[in-house]
Every structure is written in C-alpha cells, then in structure tokens.
C-alpha cells in the first residue's frame, strides 16, 4: 500500500509537518505490517514555484508532475494546512486545483489544521470538509485541528490516535485496522482476541445494529415497526 502525505507548511521547521509526521505514524501503527506501507511526504512549500508555474502554463514541471502522480496512486492521504485568513492556506488550494478531477474519488483521506488559537478549530470542517467532498474523495470521519496551546496534550495525542485508527480502517481491504504489534482492531476499537474474532460481549457491544426479518416484522432489536414503503405511500393516496 501506497500512504501519501502532503503538508503545506511554509517554515522549517513546521508545526503543520509535525501534525503531519504524528498522523502518519498513527495510521502506521494501526495498518498491517504484512501490507508493507510505503509513505511518500510531499512539501508543498518545496514545490512552491513549480505550482505557479503549472497554474500559468498548464504544463507540470516534473518534479510536481510525480507529487500529482504520488497523489492519484496512493491508498489514502493525510492532508495538512495551517489556517490562512480562517482557510487552507492558497498554496493547500493551488496544489489541489491541479488535481485530476476524478484522481480522488473514494479515496480515504485524513484531514489535518494548525494554527495559532483554537478559534480556528472549525477550518477543518467549514473549509477542508467540504474541498475533498467537492473532489468525491472520503474524508475520514475524525479531523485534526492543533492550536499552539495543544501541543504536548493528552487531547491532541488522543484525537491524532482515533484518526490514524480510522485512515488505516478505510487503507485495509475489509476495513479491518490492526492495533500497535500487529493485532487486528475490531471496528469499536478493540483488539481482536487470538481466535480471530472478537469474544461474544466485545461483538455485542460493537456490532452494527441492522434490520432483521420480513420488512413488515418487528423487528426485536430497534422496538419499533418496519413500515413498509409501499403501506407508507398508499395512505398519502386520495380515494
């Protein structure tokens, strides 16, 4: 698997690299060993020149050429920006404007923000969310956003955690993370017990609940009736 980060801090060094090296090593910790993760970081601030230049010729020099490329053939991405005027910075927008439109569909990526007070926690929703909605691809649902005042708190390790967990559930064919060493991670987050499957209670507690039966049953986990759509339409009907 191909795991790809891109990180659009302008100084060095960054706070908006750091984010971004401590997600990376997040995710690694809950992908499987046997999958043989490779990571690619691009520096946006590196390629600075490169994508003005793209932006007025149309043509990628190319060493921004193989970053677009790196992007497009990766298993999952790891984004990070510091907040410009309460958004991505231009140059986090410039490098996506020159993304092929289709090259993330469904592709998972995990969102991260820095910045200097927790005013701007929101940028990676309001701003970040709904960029990679626009481009179809699956932002995991756990964002980071680090102020200068999180650094060194057991809050940001935990979120950085949970979100890692969550990139390398959408990386795995069958959705399956594997907790630090190795073992599998069950979806509510527990590691999977050495028979391969969570014990009984552990699988109770975190199976998705679903409907069970015929459609015009009751269905005995959820306590409410299943009406049909059919039933549903016929009593809108005039006679």
């Known amino acids: 698997m191909k795991l790809v980060v891109v990180s659009a801090g302008l100084s060095s060094p ?5 984010l971004a090296d401590r997600l990376t090593a997040a995710t690694l910790e809950y992908t499987d060993p046997v999958a043989d993760t490779e990571v690619e970081v691009v520096e946006l ?21 193989a970053a677009l ?4 053939r990766a ?23 020159l993304i092929d439109k289709d090259a993330l569909t469904a592709k998972p990526v995990l969102i991260g923000a820095t910045g200097g007070t927790a005013r701007h926690s929101l940028v ?7 960029l990679f909605a626009h481009l179809r691809a699956l932002a995991v649902p756990t964002a980071v956003y680090a102020a200068s005042e999180d650094w060194g708190e057991d809050g940001l390790a935990a979120r950085v955690a949970r979100a890692g967990r969550e990139l390398a559930r959408f990386m795995v064919p069958g959705g399956q993370p594997v907790a630090p060493g190795g073992q599998p991670v069950a979806p509510g987050g527990q590691p999977v017990a050495p028979g391969g499957t969570p014990d009984t209670d552990t699988a109770a507690a975190i199976a998705p609940r ?17 009406i049909p759509f059919a039933r549903k339409l016929a009593a809108l009907k005039v006679e």
């Not at 490329?69 to 497009?72: E, G, I, N, R, T």
């Not at 410009?84 to 927008?93: E, H, I, P, R, T």
């Open 75 to 97: 298993q999952g991405l790891i984004v990070v920006s510091p907040v410009f005027a309460a958004s991505y910075s231009g140059l986090f927008k410039s490098f996506f404007d």
């Open 45 to 65: 601030r590196d390629l600075a020149m490169e994508i003005a230049q793209h932006l007025v010729t149309g043509f990628p020099p190319a060493r921004l050429a």
């Open 124 to 130: 990676t929703e309001h701003a970040m969310r709904p």
């Open 69 to 72: 490329d790196a992007v497009a």
């Open 14 to 18: 960054s706070s908006t690299r750091l």
């Open 210 to 226: 679903s409907l069970t039966g015929a459609i015009t049953s009751v269905d005995p986990d959820s306590g409410f009736d299943v």
